[in-house]
């Protein structure tokens, strides 16, 4: 049973790198995509990005000029950073495997983890 | 990007009421849409994808339907382990994009 846990600081200062990762059970990091989501009162459910098995990654336009995502098959887990943070980056953040064989080409989440608070304030 | 706009926003129902929501996305999506339940403080659950199939382990009260822009999520008879957030979600391209859910409490 394909399990994921994110783990990372709940608070994070302006201007600073928010930092998240998430740990895989049941699986190996190498087989599957891997992505992060994150969930607001004001911005819904919004999709940051993933990563492929190659390590291809796609992201979000918007944040693309702060965000990385990465995988280490070592430790089979993958990683979120988001650089110079602002408090409109506060939100429960979503760590999951996406499905690469859709019908459109676009993958898409099948399993998630179960979130992580993460507040951005001084 | 593409909009995924749901309604309604929340609805009130009972146990055995037949539940309907409505998605709607700003471009034709072909059958690229998913359907999510999220309970509070839990992760989304892929419940239906590709419009109309049932993820495993779903029960069949569930279902979907539509085409192009204009999408359905049904739930025949509700049970009380059906009381949630229900998201569409659509993967014609990229960036993913969610509608803003329903939800749906006791009456």
Known sequence: QLQLQESGPGLVKPSETLSLSCSVSGASVASYYWGWIRQSPEKGLEWIGHITQSGTTSYKESLKRRVSISVDTSKNHFSLDLHSVTAADTAVYFCGKLWSGSSSGVPYFDVWGQGTQVTVSS | DIQMTQSPSS?????????????QASQDIDDYLNWY?????????????????????????????????????????????D????????????????????????K
């Open chain 2, 83 to 106: 009381f949630a957030t229900y998201y569409c979600q659509q993967f014609a391209d990229l960036p993913l994009t969610f509608g803003g859910g329903t939800r749906v409490d006791f």
């Open chain 2, 11 to 23: 609805l009130s129902a009972s146990v055995g009421d037949r539940v309907t929501i409505t998605c």
């Open chain 2, 37 to 81: 339940q999220q309970k509070p403080g839990k992760a989304p659950k892929l419940l239906i994808y590709s419009t109309s199939n049932l993820e495993a382990g779903v029960p069949s009260r569930f279902s979907g339907g539509g085409f192009g822009t204009e999408f359905t999520f049904t739930i025949t008879s509700l049970q009380p382990e």
